[in-house]
């Protein structure tokens, strides 16, 4: 299953009900583990200058390596995603 978060005029698809896990962390400092789309969703839509970047972490043990996303909020208000 694939969840989206809707980002501006972007959609970011994220992988949910999945045995890996979903780490969010802001700009912060603010760490969720076992993140779930109504908690991304709520992270990104609270970007801020001073808290204008969220990263999402995919961790899987039966994986080697992270894989990730950056959202930043630029200074015209638009998300860009990394």
């Known amino acids: 299953m694939i969840a989206q978060v809707r980002a501006s005029r972007s959609v970011v698809s994220l992988p949910v009900d999945d045995p ?48 990730y996303i950056q959202v930043l909020l630029r200074e015209n208000n638009a998300y860009q995603l990394g």
């Open 20 to 67: 890996a896990m979903l780490i969010a962390t802001n700009e912060l400092g603010y760490m969720v583990k076992r993140a779930t789309k109504p908690t991304i969703g709520t992270m990104l839509a609270n970007l801020r200058w001073g808290n204008a970047r969220l990263i999402v972490e995919r961790v899987d043990e039966e994986l080697s390596g992270s894989w």
